[in-house]
């Protein structure tokens, strides 16, 4: 086959438009979410550890972040229980595995 009159490889088409898209995600408007991967122009950064996380919706970031009870295994999103690294939800859990001396951090 004659490549004559063909374009050079680097100008055709899908590789434009794959550019384009590369350049689009540079602007900063899309971000994919790493619990699920949708791309979402009003995904947010949760910072934790001085790392930052990117998601697209609250559920995913607390599926991703949020520690679990050590008890019943319920995701803590608001103010749990924590006794030497380990987490409970509630005094009633932190009892249950025999901590006793904690008190809700409210
Ligand atoms: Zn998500
Ligand atoms: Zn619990």
């Known amino acids: 086959m004659e490549k004559i009159g063909q374009p050079p490889t680097s100008a055709r088409p899908r590789t434009l438009l794959k550019l384009a898209n590369e350049v689009r995600r540079e602007g900063g408007k899309m971000a994919t979410c790493e619990t699920c ?41 608001g103010h749990g229980l924590e006794k030497d690294g380990t987490y409970y939800c509630c005094d009633h859990c932190a009892q249950k595995e025999g901590v006793t001396d904690l008190r809700d951090r409210l």
């Open 37 to 77: 991967g949708n791309d979402y122009d009003k995904a947010f950064q949760v910072v934790m550890n001085g790392q930052a996380h990117t998601f697209d919706s609250f559920e995913c970031a607390i599926h991703a972040l949020a520690p679990m009870c050590e008890h019943c295994g319920t995701r803590i999103v």
